[in-house]
């Protein structure tokens, strides 16, 4: 029996990408990465995640990334390209399935959406064939081989996070709630009189920050 599993990592930052993954193995290759440790990745550290990915790939039969960028991602959040962000992600997993090299017999999809089978019916609607989709809150917490799909677009997301870094300098984690990541975006702004391009434009942060730099620039 091959199960697919698919998570998402970086749903709520201001900064960077989201990174959403599939996982497509056999129960027996879910079995070893269970027994390696497979859970859901933000019980994990990062070491811990990056070990486990390598088992992951090793054992999977197939492992499908999507990287979803911030004006994808503001695209959807403003109404623009979809009715929201569960739109895009519903799209891009429909998008994922329909590019598995081989058939599955089942899906788990951990959903963003409160209701689970309103998002589950929005997948269903956009794949080319028939599946079963099971999508549940906290569907990483539930199923390994969803766990299996968060901790890889976790590590991938991570790796996304430090090239940015690299290149701009410490921006934290991206989340709002990072104080190192605000700072970020408030020097960058105010040197810069406008967001980075791998900042989200639609979300309260920057508008707030935004609106401080224009408020000072007024008086």
């Not at 709520?12 to 959403?20: A, K, Q, S, Y």
């Not at 290149?167 to 702004?189: A, E, N, R």
Request: charged residues 30%.
């Amino acid at each position: 029996m091959r199960i697919a599993g698919i998570d998402e990592a970086g749903r709520g930052p201001v900064l960077g990408p989201m990174v959403m993954a599939c996982v497509v193995a056999n129960e027996n290759q879910i079995k070893i990465m269970e027994k390696a440790g497979v859970k859901d990745s933000k019980t994990l550290t990062k070491k811990q995640r990056i070990r486990l990915a390598r088992v992951i790939a090793d054992n999977a039969d197939e492992i499908l990334v999507k990287i979803v960028h911030p004006w994808e991602i503001d695209a959807a959040v403003e109404g623009i390209s979809f009715k929201n962000l569960n739109y895009l992600e519903a799209s891009i997993v429909a998008e994922i399935l329909n590019h598995l090299k081989n058939r599955v017999d089942v899906v788990y999809v951990d959903s963003p959406d409160p209701n689970p089978e309103r998002y589950a019916m929005l997948i269903r609607n956009r794949v080319c064939t028939s599946l079963k989709i099971v999508a549940e809150n906290d569907a990483d917490k539930k199923y390994p081989i969803v766990a299996a799909a968060s901790i890889v677009a976790k590590v991938e997301r991570d790796k996304l996070i430090e090239d940015l870094a690299r290149k701009y300098g410490d921006l934290g984690s991206g989340y709002p709630g990072d104080w190192k990541t605000i700072t970020f975006l408030k020097k960058w702004i105010r040197e810069k009189g406008e967001p980075p391009p791998f900042a989200r434009k639609s979300w309260k942060t920057v508008k707030k920050i935004m609106n401080e730099y224009r408020t000072r620039r007024i008086a």
